[in-house]
């Protein structure tokens, strides 16, 4: 199994272009999670899914757009790339009721 | 507004020390607790997880949960220097519709000095 993996690892944006995080998980969880990590900091979360075609805000949702077609994939939109988007960007997943997320290797962007 | 506390160190011990790591939170219905351990650069690693009050030990790592004073904490015995990592805690709690994600605290930066 790869686990989870989010593409790509590095970019930089300039404000206000949009991009999409891609991030793909082979385990079969139905849970889905994204988080970002800002410098010295703990992990906030974005948005999160129960299920394809379920999604659900966190804690940091504006800026941000989520889609759960596939129990697979749930990529992170972002519209019109700010400067303070500029963070780590962690995508996990899990079992329903499972205590531990797993984690990708994160995605590092800078919106200058 | 749910929080999960912890000091952000540096938390500096010397190499064979005990590390003690400590984390508060602020939801009484918070069911489960966990300690990640995060590398520079890299993703967090579940390391411990505990449930009920009283102590967990796995290895060299003991987790202490006490839920009538809301904290919970991670000792690490005879810390190496591969210890030195940032370590954070996170809280899960129950609602009527599911579980809730987890909430992270800021995380404690531990250097362990050879």
């Known amino acids: 199994n790869a686990g989870v993996t989010q593409t790509p690892k590095f970019r930089i944006l300039k404000i206000g272009q949009s991009m999409t995080l891609q991030c793909t998980q082979d385990?079969?969880?139905?849970?889905m999670y994204w988080y970002r990590q800002d410098p010295g900091m703990g992990l906030k979360l974005i948005y999160y899914?129960?299920?394809?075609?379920?999604?659900d805000k966190g804690e940091v949702p504006n800026g941000y757009n989520v889609s759960r077609s596939t129990t697979e994939d749930f990529p992170l939109r972002l519209e019109l790339a700010a400067p303070s988007q500029t963070s780590v960007y962690f995508c996990a997943s899990s079992y329903q009721g499972a205590p531990s997320n797993y984690f990708g290797p994160g995605t590092r962007l800078t919106v200058l | 507004q749910k929080e999960v506390e912890q000091n952000s160190g540096p938390l500096s011990v010397p190499e064979g020390a005990i590390a003690s790591l400590n984390c508060t939170y602020s939801?009484?219905?918070?069911?489960?607790f966990f300690w990640y351990r995060q590398y520079s650069g890299k993703s967090p690693e579940l390391i411990m997880s505990i449930y009920s009050n009283g102590d967990k030990e796995d290895g060299r790592f003991t987790a202490q949960l006490n839920k009538a004073s809301q904290y919970v904490s991670l000792l690490i015995r005879d810390s190496q220097p591969s210890d030195s990592a940032t370590y954070l805690c996170?809280?899960?709690?129950?609602?009527?519709?599911?579980?809730?994600?987890?909430?992270f605290g800021k995380g404690t930066r531990l250097s362990v000095i050879a």
């Open positions: 996170a809280v899960k709690g129950l609602r009527n519709s599911g579980n809730t994600p987890l909430v």
């Open positions: 385990m079969n969880h139905n849970y």
């Open positions: 939801d009484r219905g918070s069911q489960s």
């Open positions: 899914s129960v299920g394809a075609g379920i999604t």
